[in-house]
């Protein structure tokens, strides 16, 4: 066994040690979900007030609810549609109070451009999940890209514990943006396809009929 895979393992044990004993509390697992958003939002304090290693501590603590309010819920049957839709809002939320903590930090010691490419951020982060569930209304998947949630979150406790955030937030401008123009040209060349399938497969049952 590699020695990463021997930390991946621990960890895992780990989590599932939670994960039961968070079970026999008969915890919902919505309250978990709101938990990890009341996390974010510390986190998103201590941004807003410099504080950044400890920032990126609480992040990573925020991260286990992300990983424990799913288990949680297929450990005690309670998984649920509701669930999963108020799961999808409060990351949202999650993401976007973060970055508004940065906001505060930047506008309090007068960095007007910062203010702005944070702001260019919050404005890919949303692109890029909007153009997602916007997409996979039309086709049937849009993954298309790079900057998901997960890699944000974690170039953002990059930034956090080595203090260089402002690097970070440039990344993730640039490839949350395009990200978004990634998505926009894929859900175009399906449309594209399906509209040209369309017409094939209305003849072919007409001729069957």
């Keep these: 066994m590699t020695f990463t895979k021997a930390i991946g393992s621990s960890c895992e044990m780990v989590i599932s040690l939670i994960v039961r004993a968070l079970s026999r509390t ?4 919505n309250v978990l ?5 009341l996390v974010n939002a510390a986190a998103a304090a201590m941004l807003a007030s410099g504080k950044f290693f400890l920032a990126g501590v609480i992040i990573l603590a925020a991260g286990l609810f ?3 309010d799913g288990r ?4 005690t049957n309670r998984v649920t549609k509701f669930g999963g839709f108020l799961d999808s809002v409060l ?11 940065l906001l505060v930090y930047y506008a309090s010691i007068n960095r007007f451009f910062y203010v702005v490419l944070t702001a260019v951020v919050m404005t890919g982060s949303v692109m890029v999940s909007y153009t997602r569930a916007r997409a996979e209304c039309t086709i ?5 890209g790079f900057m998901e949630r997960p890699e944000r979150v974690v170039l953002l406790i990059i930034g956090a514990f080595f203090d260089r955030m402002a690097p970070v937030l440039w990344v993730i ?4 943006n395009l990200t978004v123009i990634h998505r926009v040209l894929y859900t175009w060349q399906q449309t594209r396809h399906l509209e040209e399938t369309a017409p094939r497969k209305a003849a072919v049952n007409s001729r069957a009929l």
Excluded: E, N, W
């Design 26 to 29: 008969r915890i919902h697992p």
């Design 33 to 37: 979900t709101f938990f990890g958003l």
């Design 66 to 68: 992300d990983m424990l």
């Design 72 to 75: 949680v819920a297929r450990q």
């Design 91 to 101: 990351d949202r939320y999650s993401a976007l109070v973060l970055l508004m903590g």
């Design 140 to 144: 049937p998947l849009c993954k298309a």
């Design 173 to 176: 401008a640039v490839l949350a």
